[in-house]
């Protein structure tokens, strides 16, 4: 097995593999950026805002990642059709993803819209927290519509290997954000000082814009995903829905119950008081960030192999899973020695941090250089392999079982009542990655999850 594994660590493949796998990471790393010039702007004035923006972040993210979850349909099926070179599946399972996700986006912005307290609420008790991050989940809830298009026509791009289209716009939209961060929160060029809530107009703004601008370069170019009106009317057929909900509704699902529980994990972490929420809020965009090239192999692994599956290539696409695997774990080994190195240099950055909260956020750092290892495998296994392959059922059934029968319950046991400190308690989130690494590598060598998705469909 080693010798055909091996094989695509060189050529062409691998080529391949990353002219997907860096525009993606870039544009991780972009969308990361947003919550960290928030946080790294909002820091300067005090850990109050660092950690009313770190719960609402965290609920946005719950929000944003089961918006990934629904395109993973459109995700899927684009994929293979590309892989089959059917152009008319390919517009067509987009335009559908855009339908889904817009639907998804309208349920979650209204709820951040009408009940902000109440979602704040879930992770502290302390009034000035709520109210701050209230403020700034009630105007960022509608920013969810610009994620929604922007994600859906991101898959689409993806599959037919153009991930840097909206790169490129991705890089417009954080550089916009910075600059209205800057006018804003701190009141330059005449416009009032709005703190937390200049940071969530920064937000929503940057977003529209992004994604105005995507759509806008993608019709003057009559690219192939310049759907018209006729294409949207085509796809609201319920056969067509029905298969792109039948991998969407459980990856969505998938999606949701991870998020939520990453937020559970947030909560818990909350119950120690605003420090705890503050060192956390810290590390949320910096592990975003450390997990941008990780990320980008997982996905651009996704659309290598779902490709191979749509042309029916079965052989070279369970080869293919084994060698970005293996490659993704020294990515992770690489990616947590530069964390290292860079500790101080990065935590520097956070000037408005205590002392107290400045250390207790240093053990976080350690902590989550050693999970990135961990946490390479079971993402590039999960997200880059079984998912191509349609093998979602698997991957929702473990993610449930890992993280709210396994890892949430022995976290919460050694918070609550043993009451370990937090640099501890931030640790267990690492167990529910080894339980999934050794699910994940169980299911790929049974090969159950090598399905051709779209054979016989026109």
Same mark, same amino acid.
Not at 37 to 51: F, H, N, Y
Not at 118 to 145: C, H, K, N, P, W
Not at 182 to 187: D, N, S
Not at 365 to 388: C, D, E, H, N, Q
């Given at each position: 097995? %080693? ?9 062409? =493949? ?87 996700? !817009? ?37 960022? $809830? ?23 289209? %909206? !790169? ?17 929160? =701190? ?14 107009? @920064? ?16 019709? $003057? ?12 009317? *085509? ?10 909900? $039948?991998?969407?509704?459980?990856? !969505?699902?998938?999606?949701? @119950?991870?998020? @939520? ?10 119950? @120690? ?13 910096? *592990?975003? =960030? %450390? ?140 167990? *529910? ?26």
């Amino acid at each position: 097995m %080693s010798h055909p594994v091996l094989l695509h660590f060189k050529g062409e =493949f691998f080529r391949r593999l990353m002219l997907i796998a860096f525009p993606i990471a870039l544009q991780t790393m972009l969308f990361s950026s947003r919550s960290l010039v928030d946080i790294l702007m909002l820091g300067q004035l005090g850990e109050l805002d660092v950690a009313a923006i770190g719960i609402a972040g965290k609920a946005l993210f719950v929000a944003t990642i089961m918006l990934f979850g629904v395109t993973t349909g459109g995700a899927l099926l684009t994929a293979q059709y590309w892989g089959a070179q059917n152009k008319l599946g390919v517009k067509q399972s987009t335009a559908l993803t855009v339908v889904m996700t !817009t639907i998804t986006a309208m349920i979650a912005g209204g709820i951040f819209l009408f009940f902000p307290e109440q979602v704040i609420g879930l992770a502290t008790q302390s009034e000035a927290v709520i109210e701050l991050g209230a403020d700034y989940l009630r105007i960022t $809830s509608m920013s969810l519509f610009a994620v929604a298009w922007g994600s859906s026509m991101a898959v689409g791009l993806r599959a037919m290997h153009q991930p840097g289209i %909206s !790169t490129f716009f991705s890089a417009i939209g954080i550089g916009l954000n910075m600059f209205l961060n800057w006018v804003l929160i =701190f009141g330059q060029f005449g416009a009032p000082a709005m703190g937390i809530v200049g940071a969530a107009v @920064a937000t929503l703004v940057s977003g529209l814009v992004e994604v105005s601008l995507l759509y806008s370069y993608l019709y $003057s170019r009559r690219h192939l995903l310049a759907f018209g009106f006729s294409v949207l009317l *085509e796809v609201l057929d319920w056969v067509k829905i029905k298969r792109f909900l $039948s991998l969407s509704l459980p990856t !969505t699902f998938n999606h949701l @119950a991870w998020s @939520a529980g990453i937020f559970v994990y947030h909560a818990i972490i909350g119950q @120690a008081g605003v420090q705890g929420l503050a060192a956390l809020s810290v590390m949320t965009p910096i *592990e975003s =960030f %450390s997990l941008a090239l990780i990320i980008g192999i997982s996905n651009a692994s996704a659309v290598m192999i779902g490709n191979q599956l749509g042309a029916n290539r079965m052989e070279e696409a369970y080869y293919q899973a084994w060698a970005v695997s293996f490659f993704n774990l020294f990515c992770g080994v690489m990616v947590a020695l530069t964390m290292l190195l860079m500790k101080d240099t990065v935590l520097d950055l956070f000037s408005a941090l205590s002392g107290d909260t400045r250390e207790l956020a240093g053990h976080f750092f350690l902590v989550f250089a050693l999970t990135i290892i961990v946490k390479s495998l079971p993402m590039t296994m999960i997200v880059g392999v079984l998912r191509a392959g349609g093998d979602i059922r698997f991957c929702f059934y473990q993610d449930i079982a890992a993280q709210w029968f396994i890892g949430i319950p022995v976290t919460a046991f050694a918070a609550l009542v043993l009451k370990l400190p937090l640099e501890w308690i931030y640790a267990m989130l690492m167990l *529910e990655e080894l339980v999934k690494v050794v699910g994940s590598t169980i299911r790929i060598k049974t090969r159950a999850w090598m399905n051709n998705l779209v054979a016989g469909t026109h």
